[in-house]
């Protein structure tokens, strides 16, 4: 069973900037996409940014421009830096992970780390 454990949330002000952190009890290698996710209160959860292999990456449209996703194979990490944010950034922040495996994929979630972006 693979633990992803996020890092990195608290509260900002608006415009400022947060990197989050998740870090993977396995090695970044076994993982064939990370992602990170978001879930704002009452709202359903969303994708913000995945990173596949090959480094293709991929935003939600309303963080474009804003967040980048990037990986550190020597630290074992999966980042999400975060600028010019916004009160509707406010949310739980998760990372995820999609593990192929002996021919089937499995996926990973981490407990999460709230953002706040104050007005």
């Known amino acids: 069973q693979v633990q992803l454990v996020e890092s990195g949330g608290g509260v900002v002000q608006a415009g400022g900037s947060l990197r989050l952190s998740c870090a993977p009890s396995?090695?970044?290698?076994?993982?064939?996409?990370t992602a990170w996710y978001r879930q704002a209160p009452g709202e359903q959860r969303e994708l913000v940014a995945v990173?596949?292999?090959?480094?293709?990456?991929a935003y939600a449209e309303s963080v474009k421009g804003r967040f980048t996703i990037s990986k550190d194979y020597n630290k074992n990490r999966v980042y999400l830096q975060m600028s010019s944010l916004k009160p509707e950034d406010t949310a739980v922040y998760f990372c995820?992970?999609?593990?192929?495996?002996?021919?089937?994929?499995?996926?990973?979630w981490g407990q999460g780390t709230q953002v706040t972006v104050s007005s």
């Open positions: 995820n992970a999609d593990q192929l495996y002996d021919g089937s994929h499995f996926i990973y």
């Open positions: 396995a090695s970044l290698h076994s993982f064939n996409a």
């Open positions: 990173l596949v292999s090959g480094g293709i990456t």
